[in-house]
């Protein structure tokens, strides 16, 4: 990326916003479309919407997308609203035209772009929704607009159900909405956040839909949730809450630069937030194997698995009380029988020990079904610098100098080379690392 003093910038604002992969897809999108744009995450406190938009206008930021809590402030804030965005009386992106700006939402119409992505069309069809939050709004008037027949909202309180139905049908008369269950639907959705991180199911059963219905979920983490695991084992078509993320965030690049987002660009889009094959980590102790690997989760949805972890779970005891009561060599053969046992793993991101890689054959298991295998690597002084006066939990380093720690580490040196990829991060952030380990995954290096 070169940015220069032409360089157009454009981000997000929320709070909290660190999280959000808004940067990764526009960054992607940038860099693919050969665009002289820039995506930053800004994160801006509740009360403090007005000065952003301000320092919008003062800075000529061209583009920013609002996230949770700031998309209605920003909606009742900006100095032109798009009329869909009015309807819903919320804003996720707002774009900067010489001082004006002017405010849309993205979200409903992500999810109907997300549908169409997979061949999926909702005109005149029946259409249940379950929530009736600010998702359920977005997702049930871009149904509406896009010619959905029916549409049904199920919620856990009744009244807000309601008052979503009456809001669709206020705004779009032809469409029959009500709050009623799913009988006859040809889409189920859920909108509600049940499943989020957890494996909990937002239905009972899947009992009254169509035997050829489609069953979406908009919640993308995991990436396959309970209700689409059942649905898959049901029969059904499913389709997952990546695809709207992906999507409003295309339309917003669209409203920004106004230059279509490529078929090419959104394939890729959708490949790297879903890992084929997984990512193994591995590196001295201190090298930020964990920081790297969840962060890298929070970008591709994929499960993070620490053999570390499931060594101890194993064996019902601390690492260092493995080698305290069996010693190196018990502990490496534990190590080898649980990294085996990870071989057949797709898309995961899987955090090894340090001297995981002695043994070649753990890492030959995982490259022979598939996973790319990433080495952390940074000097003795970075490694200290980064675990502190923390050895104790460390059974190879507790005890010894800096100098016995180097022999250590230059002893592993050939086995860390077998790896894939050696990523240097001794200078490196942690963010950077990770978005630099999935540009090499995806091939882009
Ligand atoms: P929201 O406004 O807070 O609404 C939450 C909805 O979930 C409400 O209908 C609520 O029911 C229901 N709910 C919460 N806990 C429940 C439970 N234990 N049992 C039954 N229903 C429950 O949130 P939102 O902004 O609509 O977001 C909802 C989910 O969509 C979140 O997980 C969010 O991450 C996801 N989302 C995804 C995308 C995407 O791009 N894929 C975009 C936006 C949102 P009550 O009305 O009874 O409280």
Same mark, same amino acid.
């Given at each position: 990326m070169n940015i220069t003093g032409k360089t157009v910038q454009l981000g997000v604002i929320g709070? #909290? $916003?660190?999280? &959000?992969i808004s940067p990764q897809l526009h960054n992607t999108m940038i860099e693919k479309m050969q665009l002289d744009y820039t995506y930053s995450a800004y994160r801006v406190r509740e009360g403090e919407v007005g000065k952003a938009l301000e320092g919008m206008r003062a800075l000529n930021i061209r583009g920013l997308n609002v996230t949770i809590p700031h998309k209605i402030t920003a909606h009742d804030l900006c100095d032109e609203v798009d009329p869909f965005a009015k309807k819903m009386g919320a804003c996720n992106t707002l774009v900067n035209t010489n001082g004006v700006i002017k405010g849309y939402n993205t979200d409903g119409p992500g999810f109907v772009r997300a549908l169409a992505y997979k061949g999926f069309c909702v005109k005149g069809k029946s259409v249940a929704i379950l929530g009736a939050g600010g998702a359920a709004a977005g997702v049930g008037m871009a149904l509406a607009k896009n010619g959905a027949a029916k549409i049904a909202i199920v919620n856990r309180t009744r009244e807000k159900a309601e008052a979503l139905a009456r809001k669709i049908n206020r705004y779009y008369p032809n469409v029959a909405a009500a709050a009623e269950g799913f009988d006859g639907a040809d889409f189920l959705i859920n909108t509600t956040s049940v499943g989020m991180n957890s494996n909990d199911c937002p239905a009972e059963s899947l009992t =009254?839909?169509? &035997?050829d219905a489609v069953v979406c979920d @908009? $919640?993308?983490? #995991? %990436? /396959?949730?309970a209700l689409l695991k059942m649905a898959k084992s049901a029969g059904y078509r499913t389709v997952g809450g990546i695809g709207m993320l992906i999507n409003q965030a295309v339309i917003a690049f669209e409203l920004f630069t106004g230059k279509e987002v490529d078929n090419e660009t959104v394939n890729y889009l959708y490949r790297m937030t879903e890992l084929e094959n997984s990512i193994v980590l591995t590196g001295f102790m201190g090298t930020g194997k964990t920081t790297v690997g969840k962060r890298l989760c929070a970008l591709t949805g994929a499960q993070f698995i620490d053999t570390d972890a499931l060594i101890e779970e194993k064996e019902g005891m601390s690492i260092p009380k493995i080698f305290e009561k069996h010693g190196e060599k018990y502990f490496r053969d534990v190590e080898s029988e649980v990294i085996k046992s990870l071989a057949g793993y797709k898309g995961a991101v899987i955090s090894t020990g =340090?001297?995981? $890689? @002695? %043994? %070649?054959d753990n890492i030959d298991a995982l490259r022979a079904c598939g996973a790319k295998v990433f080495c952390l690597c940074a000097d003795i002084e970075r490694v200290y610098k980064n675990i =502190? !006066?923390?050895?104790?939990? %460390?059974p190879l380093l507790n005890g010894k100098t800096i100098d016995e720690a180097r022999v250590l580490l230059e002893s592993r040196k050939d086995a860390y080379a077998n790896c894939d990829w050696a990523i !240097?991060?001794? /200078?490196? /952030?942690k963010e950077q690392t990770a978005d630099k380990i999935l540009e090499l995954y995806m091939g882009r290096d």
């Open positions: 709070n #909290p $916003v660190s999280h &959000s =009254g839909l169509k &035997s @908009i $919640v993308y983490c #995991p %990436r /396959e949730t =340090g001297g995981a $890689v @002695i %043994r %070649r =502190g !006066d923390n050895t104790s939990s %460390r !240097d991060v001794t /200078e490196c /952030e």
